[in-house]
């Protein structure tokens, strides 16, 4: 199988905090920012741990709010 | 290792909020399910070109400023008569797509007879169902759809049946109608599941469009609010408790 990498980018002014994006992520790559906060008070996500991502939209997909962009290279 | 400046390009795209949902912020609290089915409205329209020919009826209830996020046309209709509306529009512009998008308390509490009538009359239109158990926008009372046992501020020691009656599947109620067409139960609390609703909103806006008659999704959905619980808690509740007295999967499709 072929290695993939991937990004993704956060609207983290759009972004509620809602945490449903971390559960989703199957490598673990996303978190809550835990002091930082946007205009609307929410910790909004971001990537923890970008290296472990692979760019499956499983967060992208999920998030109510439309906040997640994902992009994916094969390697 | 690849940098994220270089992955982050056009052609490496692989998910993207639909371009129909606009950008405006919307108001459902953090986590609703209402987000999710609306951007997958969003998709299915805007993959099938009928971004200009689709009419939404947009209901009472947390969802009725949907007409804000989507770029589509919308009609706002009374408490539960979005399907009444629905009818006039669908008939006075059969080429239009015409979908009503409701909660539980707008289609099986005060809308019950728009709702059953539409689809018995089989009109050409798309339903889309949110039940979340509960009424989301007046602080989370209780729903004909609220489980038995299930706490809402107006059943606090939870839902009994003596003396609220049982929660009512009204989709399996709609599925015995010859007028209906296609009646589903989905949910969007994970990416499988999501995927799975999202062809079965395009199966159900296909039949709108191949006058096949009345189509219905219900998704089985969260109100994290309503329920006091975090998304994430309240999607495990979901799964636990509504899915067994809920259960998804197609109720008919002829
Ligand atoms: C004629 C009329 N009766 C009652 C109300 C009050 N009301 C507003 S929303 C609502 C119920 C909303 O619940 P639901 O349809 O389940 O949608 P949700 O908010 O959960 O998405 C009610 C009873 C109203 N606006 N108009
Ligand atoms: S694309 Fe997949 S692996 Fe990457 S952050 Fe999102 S869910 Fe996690
Ligand atoms: S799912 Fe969306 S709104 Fe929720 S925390 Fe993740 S990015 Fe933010
Ligand atoms: S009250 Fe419930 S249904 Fe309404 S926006 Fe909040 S979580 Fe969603």
């Not at chain 1, 990004?7 to 449903?20: D, P």
């Not at chain 2, 009826?57 to 009374?78: L, M, Q, R, T």
């Not at chain 2, 909660?103 to 728009?114: K, N, P, Q």
Request: aromatic share 8%; net charge neutral; with cysteine.
């Amino acid at each position: 199988m072929a290695k993939v990498k991937g990004t993704v980018l956060v609207n983290t002014e759009r972004c509620k905090g809602c945490e449903l994006c971390v559960e989703a992520c199957p490598t673990k790559t996303l978190a809550l920012a835990k002091k930082e906060v946007n205009d609307r008070g929410y910790h909004y996500a971001y990537m923890e741990n970008p290296d472990a991502c692979i760019g499956c939209a499983a967060c992208g997909i999920v998030c109510p709010d439309g906040c997640i962009t994902v992009y994916k290279v094969k390697l | 290792m690849i940098t994220a400046e270089e992955i982050i390009k056009p052609e490496n795209l692989v998910y993207t909020k639909p371009k129909l949902m606009n950008d405006t912020h919307m108001h459902y609290c953090p986590g609703c399910s209402h987000g999710v089915v609306h951007k997958l409205v969003a998709e299915v329209v805007e993959e099938m070109g009928m971004e200009e020919k689709t009419i939404g009826v947009s209901p009472v209830g947390c969802a009725v400023f949907a007409y804000n996020y989507i770029d589509i046309d919308w009609v706002e209709a009374a408490h539960g008569r979005a399907p009444a509306v629905a009818t006039a529009v669908k008939r006075l512009s059969p080429d239009k797509m015409v979908f009503t998008y409701q909660g539980d308390g707008d289609l099986a509490a005060i809308g019950t007879a728009e709702t059953i009538h539409a689809c018995n009359r089989g009109e050409n239109i798309v339903i889309i169902f949110i039940n979340n158990a509960i009424y989301g926008m007046t602080g989370g009372q209780m729903a004909p759809t609220t489980l038995e046992g299930m706490k809402t501020s107006t059943c606090p020691f939870g839902r009994d049946v003596k003396l609220n009656g049982y929660p009512l599947k009204i989709s399996n109620l709609i599925a015995q109608l010859d007028g209906a067409c296609y009646v589903t139960r989905q949910s969007v609390q994970t990416s499988p599941a999501i995927k799975k609703a999202k062809k079965a909103l395009r199966q159900a806006f296909e039949n709108s469009m191949a006058g096949k008659g009345t189509s219905l999704v219900e998704f089985v959905s969260t109100c994290s609010s309503g329920w006091k619980m975090t998304p994430v808690q309240s999607n495990k509740w979901m799964e636990e408790n509504m899915f067994p007295f809920y259960p998804l999967g197609d109720l008919k499709n002829e």
